[in-house]
């Protein structure tokens, strides 16, 4: 059920699905996302695929509904703007629950623990955000997420690119010479040899972050669907087989 991005002309008006749960164009779970964040969603063979979309078509499948994907800012996930238009019924986009977030949207119970990664070039000689102050590198990140305001918080100055995909743009023309950005980002880059040919995974940056879906606040319905798939994919392995297909092995249990 991976839908393509498409626009919400000729879509029917706002609807229910199963269980009652409102959703703004009958028969669609309308996701807002931000295009592309691999390996969470992005787009594959003219469809768009990843983690999040794996989850939320669970999502739908309980509402008896398709998912359809929008392909939206990602600052507009901060402030809940096409959640509360009416335009999206949820917003999947591996977003880090923060307490700033909460206050304009709710979310899902976690379902990713995240860290940040350094990605620099070989060339650079940089391995840590400490070589990058060292040797007076440039820094990026992509705008307004968690490793954005992480370099803030350690004092950079770094260089703000509008999506994943121009940030790994500024690395290949030399316009920064490090980046930091979510781990399973970087993994989903390195595995491509041109990449892991010309870049190098420096630090890894445990932030305590944990992704979550994010609905209008006080949709309390949808929200508890979410929340159902969530711990009923978790408790019949359905987590662990979508995990190794779209992020890699399963994390190590803590001893």
């Known amino acids: ?12 008006g706002p609807g229910a699905a199963a269980g009652g749960v409102p959703v703004v164009h009958k028969g669609k779970l309308t996701t ?25 078509d669970l999502v739908a499948k309980n509402l008896k509904v398709e998912q359809k994907i929008l392909d939206t800012p990602f600052e507009n996930f901060k402030t809940g703007a096409f959640l509360n238009s009416g335009e999206c019924d949820l917003a999947a986009a591996g977003m880090t629950i923060t307490p ?23 060339k650079s000689g940089v391995t840590s955000l400490a070589d990058v102050k060292a040797k007076h590198k440039k820094l990026g990140a992509q705008a307004e997420t968690t490793g954005e305001s992480y370099a803030k918080k350690q004092g950079f100055n770094a260089v703000a690119f509008e999506s994943s995909d121009a940030v790994l743009n500024g690395l290949r023309t030399g ?7 979510d781990y399973p980002v970087v993994q ?3 595995k491509d040899r041109a990449n892991a040919a010309e870049f190098v995974l420096g630090q890894n940056i445990e932030t305590g972050e944990q992704y979550g879906f994010s609905v209008k606040k006080g949709n309390t319905k949808l929200l508890a669907a979410i929340n159902k798939a ?6 019949d392995g359905t987590y662990d087989k979508l995990y190794k297909q779209w992020i890699g092995p399963l994390p190590k249990a803590t001893p």
């Not at 059920?1 to 029917?12: E, I, K, P, R, T």
């Not at 709710?106 to 070989?122: E, G, I, N, R, V």
């Not at 316009?175 to 950005?181: E, K, L, W």
């Open 230 to 235: 969530i711990t009923d994919a978790r408790a």
């Open 175 to 181: 316009q920064v010479d490090a980046v930091i950005i």
């Open 188 to 190: 989903a880059w390195l």
């Open 1 to 12: 059920m991976f839908l393509a991005v498409g626009c919400s002309s000729g879509d029917d």
């Open 32 to 56: 807002c996302t931000h295009l592309p964040y691999p390996p969470f969603q992005f787009e594959q063979n003219g469809k768009v695929v990843g983690f999040d979309v794996a989850l939320i």
């Open 100 to 122: 700033e977030r909460k206050k304009n949207v709710d979310f899902s119970m976690p379902y990713f623990d995240a860290t940040q990664a350094l990605l620099a070039t070989k």
